[in-house]
C-alpha cells in the first residue's frame, strides 16, 4: 500500500504535535509555514494532565520537566484586598490522581520541544498559504510565491484565520469585547509571587489578571484582561502599552499592580472565539487546533486541545487507504466535536463567571468556589486520555 500523502498548514503547536503524533504510526508529513524563521510569540501556557500525558508518550518527558515549572495550586482571589476564593491543590496530588503533571511553560519551549520531533527536511518555511482546494482525487496547498503542493490530505493548523477552514464552514468571528495584554517579567523583579510556585487569578468586574511561573520559574507569565470596544486587532504580534495596561488595574491588589509595574514591554491582541461548528472535515481537508475551535483562554486549554487533536487525528491516519479517508475523518469528527464543544462553551461562560461586577451574583460565585475547590470538579477535563477515547468510541 502506498504511502498516504500528508500535508499540514502551520508549524504551531497543533501541526507540529500532529507531524510527531503522525510519524509515530509510520506516516510522513510536510508542514508548510508562512514565517521566514520560528520564533514562537506569546508568553506562558497552561498544560494540564490530559495534555501533558499525550506529550509524554510522543517522547518529551524528561525535555518538558527540565524546561516547565509543576504549580502546587491554583488560587483564585479577590480583585482588591487579595482574598483567597478558591485553591484547588495541583502537584503531587494532580499528579497522583491522573498519572501526569500539571505544567506552567513558556509557549517558546513547548514550541521548540514539539519541533525536536520533526525531521528539519519535512518543514518548509516562508512558505505562506493563501487557498486550499480539492477535488475527488486530492487536496492542494497553494502557497503565495505559486507553489502548488498536492497530497491525499491537507491539515489546516493555520490557526485563527485559518485558509484551510474555508472549506468546511465560513469563518464567523466574534469578538467578546475582552483585550488581553500578555508579558513576561523576571522573576528577580517579583520575588512576592515566587514564595511558591502557584498559577495565582484574581477577578475583578469586567476584567480579570492571571499569572505563573514559568521557564524553569526563571520568568513570570502574566494575562490581563481589560474590556475595550474600539480594539479589534486579533493579531499574535501586536504591542501594547504598559503605562496604559496599569492605568487599567489602579486599585488592584499590590500583587498585580507590583507585577505590571515590572514589565517592560507587552503584547495586546483582542480575543475572539468563533461558534461552535458540527464538522471538522470536507473530503479531503480537516482542521486541528485554532483552525477548528478557536475558543477564548479562560479555561485554559487552547494549547492542550490541539494537542488532544493532534494525536487522534493521526491515530485515525493510521492503516488507512488514501481513498478511504471519509470514515477515518468522520471518526475523528465524532470523537473530537462533543468535547471540544464542551470546552469552547466552558469558556464562554468563564469569560461572564470571571468578570462580575461586586454584587450579589458576585457573592453567590464567590461562595461557590469555597465548596468546589478539590480536583473533583476537573476529573471530566484533567483524567480524559484522548487515546483511550479512541478504543471508546470507535467506529
Known sequence: MSQMRVVVAGAGIAGLAFAAALRRTGIDCHVYEQTDRLAEVGAGVQLAPNATRLLRRLG????????????????????????????????????????????TVHRADLHSSLLSLVPPGQLHLG?????????AGEARLHLSDGTMVAADLVVGADGIHSVAREQIVADRPRYSGQTIYRGLVPAERVPHLLSDHRVRLWFGPDQHCVCYPVSSGRQVSFGATVPASGWREESWSARGNVAELAAAYAGWHEDVTRMIGAAETVGRWALHDRDTIDRLSSSRVTVIGDAAHPMLPFQAQGANQAIE???????????????????????????????????????????????????????????????????????????????????????
Not at 495550586?73 to 501526569?100: E, P, S, V, Y
Not at 505562506?128 to 477535488?135: E, I, K, L
Request: with cysteine; glycine share 4%; aromatic share 6%.
Open 309 to 395: 487533536d493532534a494525536v487522534v487525528l493521526a491515530a485515525c491516519l493510521a492503516d488507512v487507504r488514501p481513498n478511504r479517508l471519509d470514515a477515518a475523518l468522520r471518526r475523528y469528527e465524532r470523537i473530537r466535536l462533543p468535547r471540544t464543544a464542551r470546552i469552547q462553551r466552558q469558556s464562554r461562560d468563564n469569560a461572564k463567571t470571571f468578570h462580575l461586577a461586586d454584587g450579589d451574583a458576585q457573592r453567590h460565585r464567590d461562595g461557590t468556589a469555597q465548596s468546589s475547590s478539590a480536583l473533583d470538579g476537573h476529573e471530566w477535563l484533567f483524567a480524559y486520555d484522548a487515546e483511550q477515547a479512541l478504543t471508546t468510541r470507535s467506529a
Open 60 to 103: 518529551l518527558r524528561d525535555r518538558l520537566r527540565s524546561v516547565a515549572v509543576t504549580p502546587q495550586a491554583i488560587d483564585m482571589r479577590r480583585w482588591d484586598d487579595g482574598t483567597l476564593l478558591q485553591r484547588t491543590t495541583l502537584g503531587a496530588a494532580c499528579h497522583d490522581r491522573f498519572g501526569a503533571p500539571y505544567y
Open 127 to 135: 512558505a505562506r498559504c493563501v487557498a486550499v482546494t480539492q477535488d
